[in-house]
């Protein structure tokens, strides 16, 4: 056999040998597991006892929280156990590694009025929401006002809350009448009342169909007519604060009722300019930061609305501090209840609580560690549709509350 016939046998034989190796991989490789056979190795049941986090599942929260720089909290909003949970998580912390910046779903200067009625007393706030009880939405429920409450005491940051949201559709009574209040001289009081009552129509029938004494909704005024008022408070930071998120909010709001993709970018982009703008105020690299808003602006990656929202820009910020990102989702479980604008109990609708999850949930509000499944993910060997693998993707865990009662307004809705 001469040297090219050797050569030939010898590739054959590899070649040979390769596709046999190929062969017994595939016949060895486990057929892609379901959700369900993934997660229950990872599963961790969780208890609340005298305001301490228990079980599995709390000592994973506490460990997780106290080893990241910021923590986004993507919530269900309206149930009395959600708020519970992070005020425990709260306390949990220690003095060492508690937090010194709150985030709430709330403009910049909502923010600031739910600040400074809470540093006075709870008394203070309640009476802030009994004269604008529409004007806060979530942070008018008594859980939640409590959660912020102490988490200011334990913060010693000058500014704890930061708000990055819109203006809320019916805070036009607040804002007015802080407009009013700050007016310069009474020609300028008499121009506000004018701009207040220059009013149009809405599109929406939501809209339409609102108890009598709720306030006129913010996508009635005009932008350009709010924007007459701005030369007339020169030079007065908070009255300028107020009408720019006032423009800005009914421009979202607007647009939302027959553009609802375009809004929801635009939102989004808004929340990260919020956000951004007060970590660079507040020289915020040494601190820890909680970030308290709607399951899908905690996304990472691109939201359910096609929109890159807060939970990325807070691994960014996270990468600034030379430290973590913990993203965690606190959704209703079976059988939850919470409340809606404006004051409705309703089931609790979850879109993320499918049958697999379902299965897996008993009656204590269960954590899944979505980060111990990411290699099956990237393997291929968890069978999974697009939806839920987002979903997954999203978030280093979920905690699913069974259960849950609406939450309870601080001021009684008028009958």
Not at 3 to 32: A, N, R, Y
């Amino acid at each position: 056999m001469n040297k090219t016939d050797l050569l030939s046998v010898v590739m054959i034989i590899l070649i040979l040998g390769v596709s046999q190796g190929f062969g017994k991989d595939k016949e060895d490789t486990e057929p892609p597991k379901s959700l369900k056979e993934a997660q229950e190795e990872n599963i961790y049941e969780l208890s609340l006892e005298n305001g301490k986090l228990k079980g599995g599942g709390g000592e994973w929260l506490i460990k997780q929280s106290q080893n990241a720089s910021v923590v986004t909290i993507g919530e269900m909003h309206g149930t009395q156990e959600v708020p519970a949970l992070v005020q425990s998580m709260i306390q949990s912390m220690g003095q060492e590694k508690k937090f010194d910046h709150m985030v709430l779903e709330a403009s910049p200067w909502t923010a600031g009025r739910v600040t400074d009625s809470l540093k006075k007393s709870k008394e203070a706030y309640n009476r802030l929401i009994a004269k604008y009880p529409n004007a806060i939405p979530f942070y008018n429920f008594k859980a939640e006002r409590d959660l912020v409450y102490e988490f200011m005491a334990h913060s010693d940051a000058e500014s704890p809350l930061w708000g990055l949201d819109q203006v809320f559709a019916f805070t036009t009574d607040m804002a007015f009448d802080r407009l009013e209040a700050l007016a310069p001289d009474s020609s300028t009081q008499k121009l506000v009342r004018e701009v207040r009552a220059e009013t149009g129509s809405v599109d929406d029938p939501r809209l339409k169909k609102l108890p009598d004494d709720t306030p006129n909704p913010i996508s009635i005024y005009d932008p350009g007519t709010i924007m007459k008022l701005k030369p007339h408070f020169e030079g007065m930071p908070e009255a300028q604060q107020i009408l720019t998120e006032l423009i800005k909010s009914i421009e979202i709001y607007r647009l939302n009722d027959d553009n609802n993709y375009t809004s929801n970018k635009m939102r989004a982009k808004y929340l990260r300019e919020n956000l951004w703008s007060s970590f660079q105020k507040y020289s915020a690299e040494n601190q820890r930061v909680m970030i308290k808003i709607g399951a899908r602006h905690a996304y990472r990656g691109m939201t359910q609305n096609h929109a890159l929202d807060v939970g990325n820009l807070a691994v960014s910020l996270a990468e600034l501090m030379d430290g973590e990102a913990l993203n965690i989702a606190v959704l209703c479980g079976p059988g939850s209840k919470n409340m809606t604008f404006p004051a409705r109990s309703v089931e609790c609708q979850n879109p993320y609580l499918n049958d697999e999850f379902r299965s897996l949930i008993k009656e204590q509000p269960a954590l899944f560690d979505f980060s111990s499944l990411y290699a099956k993910m990237h393997d291929g060997s968890l069978n999974i549709s697009e939806d839920l693998e987002a979903f997954l993707w999203a978030f280093d865990a979920a905690f699913f509350i069974p259960n849950t009662r609406p939450a309870e307004p601080i001021v009684s809705p008028v009958k």
